[in-house]
C-alpha cells in the first residue's frame, strides 16, 4: 500500500513539471500591437514615459513585450526601457535593430528580470532617437532557453508623434 501512495505522490510532483518545462511556442504567433499610451507624474520631477506592447491575444490581456521611453521634463535624457519575455536565455541578452537591420550583432544585456519580464534599460542616445522616429519597426531577436532564436518585430507606426507630444508637456 506505501508503494502505490508513493507512486502517487510522484506522479503529482513529476506531472506538472513536465506540464511547466515545455516552453509555448512564439514563433508564427499572430500578435497584437497595442495603442501608444501617454503617462506623465508630477512626483518630484516631471516624467512622461510613452509605452506601447505587443500582447499574444486579441483581448490584449497578456503582454509578451514592451518598449517605453521616458522623458525627464528638466532634461534632455530619455531612457529606453524593454520589457522583454521570460524562458530567454538570460546570458544571451537581446538584439536590436531598426527596418530588418540589426544595428550591432552586439547583445544588450538585461538589467534584471522580474515577474513581468527581462529588463533591458539605457539612455538614448541623440541618433538612436532619430532611428526610431524614422524607422518602420524596432526589430528584436533574443535566444530562448532552449536555443531556439526568436524575432519579434515591434512596429513603429505613429511612435514619432506620439513622443512629439511628450517633448511638449
Known sequence: MKFYKSIII???IFVPLKLYSEEPKIQNLELFMGKWIINC????EKKCALERSIFLEKEMKNKLVTIVMQKNISSKDIRFTLISPLGLLIQSGVKIGFDGKLIS???????VCERIGCITSMMVK???????KKSNSLD????????Q?????????GFKEEFDKILKI
Open 10 to 12: 510522484l506522479i503529482f
Open 41 to 44: 507624474s508630477s512626483e518630484n
Open 105 to 111: 550583432e552586439n547583445a544588450f544585456g538585461f538589467n
Open 126 to 132: 541623440k541618433e538612436t532617437l532619430e532611428r526610431f
Open 140 to 147: 528584436l531577436e533574443y535566444i530562448r532557453s532552449n536555443g
Open 149 to 157: 532564436k526568436v524575432r519579434i518585430k515591434f512596429d513603429l507606426d
